[in-house]
């Protein structure tokens, strides 16, 4: 079992709808989660940190974490065709950063 | 605030040669991460290092090796390149180690290694 696993996608979905992005993790003691976007041919850029229980949002981007089920997720509110990239869920185990293969999101005009 | 930076950006090898990546942190950042990523295995943790000490190793060869510097700036080497070292390597920087709570990393623009 992978310690980060993603839905490779990809995931598509027309402009405007909420695109849900999810990704679920196998050690227990993790306390950070992150969500990075990566554009083809770029580098990873932050977009949501999560750190408690529940849901925390910015904008149009709002993420969900429920520890007991080792589960968090990213939700795209009236997404764009910018938001077409592919999605990295990050998660800190307390001994180094673990990622997961990314899901890959197009949003279509 | 000037963002982390990475020299090379394209770097073109043949096979036995070996290679410097450079790495500048943000400003105040102290720990440097590095890691390749590539199609097939997604991003894979190489080391990292903080104050000048490497903090924590993944899973690749010896050849494979790093450095930082007083100034926190980071080079991480590949000696004897393969063909399967042809990938995209990033460093991220935070303040403080990974490991810490709620710390937050963040990526330079990359070098794309060509291994040929």
């Known amino acids: 079992q992978k310690e980060v696993e993603q839905n490779s996608g990809p995931l598509s979905v027309p402009e405007g709808a909420i695109a849900s992005l999810n990704c679920t993790y196998s050690?227990?003691?993790?306390?950070?989660f992150f969500w990075y976007r990566q554009y083809s041919g770029k580098s990873p850029e932050l977009i949501m940190s999560i750190y408690s229980n529940g849901d925390k949002e910015d904008g149009r981007f709002t993420a969900q974490l429920n520890k007991a089920s080792q589960y968090v997720s990213l939700l795209i509110r009236d997404s764009q065709p910018s938001d077409s990239a592919t999605y990295l869920c990050a998660v800190n185990n307390n001994n180094d950063m673990r990622f997961g293969a990314g899901t890959r999101l197009t949003v279509k005009p | 605030k000037a963002g982390v930076t990475q020299t090379p950006r394209y770097l073109i090898k043949t096979r036995g040669q070996q290679v410097t990546l450079s790495c500048s942190p943000i400003?105040?950042?102290?720990?440097v991460s590095w890691y390749q990523q590539t199609p097939g295995q997604g991003l894979q943790f190489l080391f990292e290092?903080?104050?000048?000490?490497?903090?924590n190793k993944g899973n690749f060869p010896g050849r494979f090796s790093g450095r930082q510097f007083s100034n926190s700036r980071s080079e991480m080497n590949v000696s004897t390149l393969e063909l399967g070292d042809s990938a995209l390597y990033l460093c991220?920087?935070?303040?403080?180690?990974?490991?810490?709570?709620?710390?937050?990393?963040?990526f330079g623009p990359g070098t794309r290694l060509l291994v040929l």
């Open positions: 050690d227990r003691v993790s306390q950070s």
């Open positions: 991220a920087s935070s303040r403080q180690p990974v490991r810490t709570a709620q710390e937050t990393q963040y």
């Open positions: 290092y903080f104050s000048e000490t490497q903090r």
């Open positions: 400003s105040g950042h102290r720990s």
